[in-house]
Each structure stands twice: as structure tokens, then as C-alpha cells.
């Protein structure tokens, strides 16, 4: 079965550099989480998308900023990057929120800010 | 803000049976899934809870009380490979958060 897929799986940049994450969801998924895992912490929730628009915003810097294309893929794109970025970054996505339905992760981006 | 609150850690024997309990903030409410996490993977589901009572899935049952904000994962015949962090998480509308996990160590 398809899922949830991210890429790249690892990514390094210097401090300053910008950097672009991608998400591609389940098929017949419309909604889109994006979560930050620093080492050792729980995924702390960045945010979603819902049918292309921005549905919630958790803890994302203003050097952040996201966007959900008409395929539902998503982007996660972050400047000025800082050492303290460093972290795992995951995406989720489900269907039809409201409702209960199953939240499904992809692998993960590792980015290592140096 | 929506508090989930789990235990740190949890120490059982290959075998043995461990409940991991989560307790959260009712209000909107809507669907609560348990992950497994290996160090540096990505969560695995596990399972999900949207109506009170026991779901069951081989070892691994969960159970959820929505007027008591309460849920738990029960882990059945402990294998080494389950040691792990187990992720509460609690949907509400859009957002999916997560509890700051537990890690569970499974001693032979």
C-alpha cells in the first residue's frame, strides 16, 4: 500500500542557507501535518493543511512557511537556517478532518543545520 | 491548551504485561491513536480510539473513556523488539498533538 512519502530523507545545510521539505500524502488524503522532533522530545506540531489552505499553526518560526499544492502535496520551507533546527521532521497526513480517521507518518526529513 | 499527560518510562520483562495510560483535555475531542516510535524512526501506528471501550489488535489492546479523558495502551507477551516510545497522541479539529511519550524497556 502507498504511503506517506518524504524526501529527501536527509538534508545538510550551513547556517543561513534556506532549505525546502516535501511531502507527498497518502492517495485520497487531503489533509497534511507537519511535526518537528528535536533528539529525545516528542513531535512538536508545526502545522496542517486541509484542501490546500492552512487549517491550524502550531509552533512554526516566521522563518517558516508552508504551502499545499493542488496534487496535496506539501512544502515545508525554511530560511535563515539556525543550528537549533537541526532536527527530524515528519509529515502526516490523513483524511477528512472532523472526522476520527488514521494519521499515517512518512519516514522523515533529517536535517543537520552546520 | 489541550495537556496530555503519560508516563515517562516503564521498565517490564520479556513476557510480562505493561499498561501505558494517557490522560487528556476532553474539549473537542475527536479521535485518540497510540504510536510506536523507534529512536529516530518515523511513529508507527498502532491504533485508534474514537468511541469509548477496548479495541484489540493481537498483542496490543487500547482502551478510552471520553468523559474521563483517559486512555491506555496495553502491551501483551513482551518481546524484546517492543522496547520503544510509545506516542499518545489526541485529535481535536485539525491538529494532531502528542503526549511527550513513554519509553518502554523490555528486560530478558
Known amino acids: 500500500a502507498a504511503g506517506v512519502i518524504q524526501s529527501p530523507r536527509h538534508l545538510i545545510k550551513e547556517k543561513r542557507e534556506t532549505a525546502t521539505l516535501k511531502c507527498y500524502p497518502i492517495p485520497r488524503h487531503d489533509t497534511v501535518y507537519w511535526y518537528q522532533q528535536g533528539p529525545g522530545q516528542d513531535p512538536q506540531f508545526l502545522i496542517s493543511f486541509y484542501e490546500k489552505m492552512q487549517s491550524d499553526k502550531g509552533s512554526i518560526p516566521d522563518r517558516f512557511s508552508a504551502q499545499q499544492f493542488s496534487d496535496y502535496h506539501s512544502e515545508l520551507n525554511m530560511s535563515s537556517l539556525e543550528l537549533g533546527d537541526s532536527a527530524l521532521y515528519f509529515c502526516?497526513?490523513?483524511?477528512?478532518?472532523?472526522?476520527?480517521?488514521?494519521?499515517?507518518f512518512g519516514q522523515g526529513t533529517r536535517l543537520t543545520v552546520v | 491548551g489541550q495537556n496530555i499527560d503519560q508516563p515517562t518510562e516503564m521498565t517490564a520483562t520479556e513476557g510480562a504485561i505493561v499498561q501505558i495510560n494517557c490522560t487528556y483535555q476532553?474539549?473537542?475531542?475527536?479521535?485518540l491513536f497510540w504510536y510506536q516510535q523507534h529512536a529516530g524512526e518515523a511513529p508507527t501506528f498502532l491504533s485508534y480510539?474514537?468511541?469509548?471501550g477496548l479495541e484489540e489488535k493481537g498483542r496490543f489492546s487500547s482502551f478510552l473513556s471520553r468523559s474521563k479523558g483517559y486512555s491506555y495502551l496495553l502491551l501483551k507477551e513482551l518481546q524484546m523488539k517492543d522496547s520503544a516510545s510509545y506516542l499518545c497522541?489526541?485529535?481535536?479539529?485539525?491538529?494532531?498533538?502528542f503526549g511527550a511519550g513513554t519509553t518502554v524497556t523490555v528486560r530478558a
Open positions: 476532553t474539549s473537542g475531542f475527536n479521535g
Open positions: 480510539n474514537v468511541l469509548d
Open positions: 497522541a489526541v485529535k481535536w479539529d485539525y491538529k494532531l498533538s
Open positions: 502526516a497526513s490523513s483524511s477528512t478532518p472532523g472526522t476520527p480517521t488514521e494519521a499515517f
